[in-house]
């Protein structure tokens, strides 16, 4: 493909975007009511770092005033987080989101010269294996099935626990630090294979059950399979009768917010089909069946299916229904009374992901779970709803940035007293756990999920089948 050719694709993409968008950026009045909640723009101050410098620099591409090739456009644009609090703040109903996602497909699809610094080489590296690994069930297990064996290793815990790798590499000790966050909680150890036991919890007769299908992820499903059955157990304990969808595959989240979207697309057509009979399935005198998500950035984008694929005539129908079927498990168990368990006797403070906060509006569900467990001592987090800066990949593609949000973040989780930080989303347990360790906050970082399935075992609600 030519370099005009190449242009002229990636100008109109980005004018296709903001076409689409225009009524709401034309009524962009400029007012700046989102800078105050970028966290970038409140680092530096930088004006082209904050939501109307980048949808300026957009629309300067969009009408041809800038390159698509631009350094300093793909400069400010891979310094946004993705985090939508500008989306929150903005009166106008700015769909910033959407443009930022357009901007990063334009960006890749015209390639560049190629990487140039070691960041970009990373950052290369990164998309490539979310190209190549992610989309396959098969490699993407393998891959997990090394990093579990990485994490559980006694070399982690040597490079961990002395130091040594911090004082060869910051950033790798960092990255191990993530993995390691993923380990088991200590109070599971040996509980991870219980049940629900129906002599203990009284459950609805199954033909009076809410269908609900968990949405396994790849990242939970790999690392975090102990939240995976968690999750079905309370949402059991709840009057919910799970059901396995065993060929859905990884949403696509990571792919969308670096800018790929076709291969985003493609893996939310190959949920739609996976989930389509569970879908189908509309039986009498119970609620409509629901796909329950317990990851915040995988549930934003299962959610936005629909606009995902809107132009795509075999699945714009059937995006729409899968989307409206989707709800985070905090919002199906909110939905009704949720069943007490036994005493935890803990400080705990909860980080809201933006992903759930400010993506898809989930703003009160949490604090009701949270409020529902016997002896939760709940010590509310000064800008619980600010990015934690793990967003994705960025905390290993913009270590800089990431770090210095983060610190924050750890100063004002310590300021609570809290023993237990509880979040609701995988990447930003991940995150939130690497820089509990990193800044010395005397705390555990854990789902708000497995917080409320400790309360249920210790009720004496399950059961060990071995
Ligand atoms: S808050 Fe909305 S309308 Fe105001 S400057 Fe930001 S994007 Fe524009
Ligand atoms: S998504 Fe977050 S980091 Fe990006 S412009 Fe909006 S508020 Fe700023």
């Known amino acids: 493909m030519s370099l005009e050719r190449t242009v002229e694709v990636t100008t109109t993409s980005l004018q296709t975007a903001l076409a689409g968008e225009m009524e709401k950026i034309t009524g962009c009045i400029h007012c700046g009511l989102c800078l105050p909640v970028c966290p970038t723009y409140n680092q530096g101050g930088n004006e082209n770092d904050s ?104 070399l982690t815990r040597l490079a961990l626990g002395t130091g040594l790798l911090r004082r060869v590499s910051a950033s790798a000790d960092f990255a191990l630090s993530l993995l390691a966050s993923t380990a088991p909680l200590p109070w599971r150890r040996g509980q991870s294979r219980v049940e629900v036991d129906p002599q203990r919890v009284e459950l609805p007769p199954a033909a009076e059950r809410h269908q609900v299908a968990v949405f396994t992820g790849c990242v939970m499903e790999g690392l975090f399979t102990d939240t995976n059955r968690a999750t079905s157990r ?23 917010h670096s800018g790929d979207l076709t291969t985003a697309r493609q893996l939310a057509r190959r949920n739609i089909d996976a989930f389509e009979q569970f879908l189908a399935s509309s039986p ?46 905090t919002e199906v168990l909110a939905r009704g009374e949720i069943r007490r368990g ?70 004002r989780v310590k300021a609570t007293g809290a023993r237990i930080l509880a979040t609701a989303n995988p990447g930003c347990q991940m995150q939130l756990s690497a820089g509990v360790r990193l800044y010395g906050a005397d705390c555990q970082v854990v789902h708000l999920v497995d917080l409320l399935d400790e309360s249920y075992r210790r009720a004496g609600f399950y059961t060990d089948p071995d």
Request: with cysteine; glycine share 10%.
């Open 51 to 154: 939501p109307r410098g980048r949808i300026y620099l957009m629309r300067a591409v969009a009408e041809g005033r800038l390159e698509i090739d631009s350094p300093s456009l793909s400069r400010h644009i891979d310094l946004c987080l993705g985090c939508r609090a500008c989306e929150t703040a903005c009166p106008a109903g700015v769909r910033y989101g959407h443009l930022l996602e357009a901007a990063r497909e334009s960006i890749s699809e015209h390639g560049g010269s190629g990487p140039s610094t070691p960041a970009d080489l990373q950052k290369s590296m990164l998309g490539l294996a979310l190209r190549l690994v992610f989309p396959h069930p098969r490699r993407l297990a393998g891959s997990l099935a090394i990093f579990r064996l990485l994490r559980d290793s006694f």
């Open 234 to 256: 309370v949402l059991t304990v709840n009057g919910c009768q799970p059901v396995d969808i065993p060929t859905q595959v990884c949403c696509g989240a990571l792919h969308a």
């Open 284 to 329: 009498a005198g119970r609620p409509s069946p629901t796909i329950v998500i317990n990851a915040a950035g995988c549930g934003a984008l299962l959610k936005e299916y629909g606009e995902l694929l809107e132009d795509d005539p075999a699945y714009a129908e059937r995006a729409v229904k899968f989307s409206n079927s989707v709800l985070d498990v």
């Open 342 to 411: 036994g005493e935890l006797d803990e400080r705990v403070t909860f980080d809201a992901p933006c992903h759930l906060f400010h993506a898809q509006r989930v703003q009160s569900a949490p604090q009701k779970v949270l409020a529902s467990i016997p002896g939760v001592e709940y010590r509310p987090l000064d800008g619980m709803q600010d990015c934690c800066g793990g967003a994705g990949i960025y905390n290993l593609s913009e270590p800089e940035m990431s770090g210095a949000i983060l610190s924050e973040k750890i100063e």
